[in-house]
């Protein structure tokens, strides 16, 4: 089979699909790996690297799209690049749907099968091709809302862990997930006040067992929501529905309450956001401020360490883009239900019920289609 990388040319984003090493296990599996040049610069890779491995480096995206048969990216396809998609193409990368009826149609009217790495599942219902991201996208949560709290970027001009003599900051974290549980581990070690809100008796347990006293844990309803963003400098929003939109757990009015310079770091913002006043932003223009409540709502927050998040994302990407080469992806998807969960869209069709559900598509069972 061949499989084709193109270079991302989302906004600041510097990750790539596959790393060298991905390119090689590819190549020694017998098929044929095609990478856009400079496709890897963001991570350190140069094109040399890629054609040691094995690849085929090729000029533009356009020989990319028209060639190949798999294309692996990071992020969601661009509307340029949505364009040279065509029936009988697997798209293989983040699509995030749900909030994005845009790149739904063009999806829909390209013909294109489309797996998801957010809707792949795993044992228990886990969510191992977001976990990585998931897990960096929480650590730097903590740094940007820091970084946005200082004066000089628009927030109170607070200091995350005090200083003796100085309380320390209050995070409120929403959500006790993968993002939630290491966005709260880099809060608490560097000092600060942190409360994490979530629904699940059973995750409240399990950080409240984890954390001990650095941390409090507290039921996400609406009325200790609304106290804890009040009281908050900074506030993480790291909930999650899978492919689906994320809840709107903060309101507009809410902001009135919260003190003047607070911060709002909207990690769902892929999902649609779970802040009423959130809206997709850039590296490149981080922050915006709503009736003085900094929003940090950048879409693709792990785009930013580059290095670390492909790397961390081969990890898990890989075994399933072998599979697909290896057995074609209708095979690939029948050996493999969790990797079914992946399918969005195919030949028209809208394979994911809540993506569905969310924009008025009539949702057509997977498993119809692998039959």
């Known amino acids: 089979m061949i499989v084709g990388c193109p270079r991302e040319i989302k906004n600041h984003e510097y990750r790539v699909g596959l790393t060298p090493e991905s390119a090689h296990e590819l190549v020694a599996h017998g098929h044929e790996v095609w990478i856009e040049s400079g496709a890897g610069e963001g991570i350190g890779a140069s094109d040399a690297d890629y054609e040691a491995a094995g690849a085929v480096v090729k000029s533009d995206a356009g020989a990319i799209f028209a060639g190949s048969e798999l294309i692996v990216k990071v992020k969601e396809p661009q509307p340029q690049e949505r364009a040279m998609l ?64 200082e004066k000089a970027h628009g927030g109170r001009g607070v200091l995350l862990g005090g200083v003796p003599g100085v309380l320390p900051a209050k995070v409120a974290v929403l959500g006790g997930g993968v993002v939630g549980f290491n966005a709260a581990q880099m809060a608490v070690g560097l000092g600060a006040d942190v409360t994490i809100l979530d629904r699940n008796p059973e995750v409240l347990e399990k950080l409240g067992i984890h954390f001990e006293s650095r941390a409090k844990t507290r039921f996400a309803n609406r009325a200790n929501i609304a106290e804890s963003v009040a009281e908050a400098d900074l506030v993480i929003g790291a909930v999650l529905i899978p492919g689906g939109a994320a809840p709107k757990l903060v309101t507009r009015d809410m902001l009135g309450t919260m003190m003047r310079g607070a911060v709002l770091v909207d990690v769902a913002i892929d999902q649609g956001g779970c802040f009423e006043t959130s809206h997709p932003t850039t590296h490149a223009e981080p922050t915006f401020v709503v009736e003085g409540i900094v929003h940090y709502c950048v879409a693709n927050m792990p785009g930013a360490v580059a290095r670390t998040s492909t790397y961390a994302l081969n990890n898990v990407t890989l075994p399933h883009a072998l599979a697909i080469a290896d057995l074609g992806w209708k095979a690939a998807l029948r050996a493999n239900p969790h990797l079914t969960a992946g399918l969005n869209v195919h030949a028209g069709q809208v394979t994911c019920e809540a993506v569905a559900r969310e924009l008025g598509y009539e949702w057509t069972d997977p498993l119809k289609i692998l039959s």
Do not use: C, F, N, W
């Not at 995030?96 to 219902?125: M, N, R």
């Not at 191992?128 to 929480?138: D, E, I, R, T, Y």
């Open 86 to 149: 065509r029936a009988g193409q697997v798209l293989y990368t983040y699509l995030h749907l749900a909030p994005d009826p845009e790149q739904t149609v063009d999806l829909v009217q390209s013909g294109v099968t489309a797996i998801a790495y957010e809707t792949v599942t795993g044992p228990g219902g886990t969510l191992p091709l977001l976990k990585p991201m998931s897990q960096v996208a929480g650590r730097m949560a903590i740094q940007a809302g820091a970084t946005a709290l």
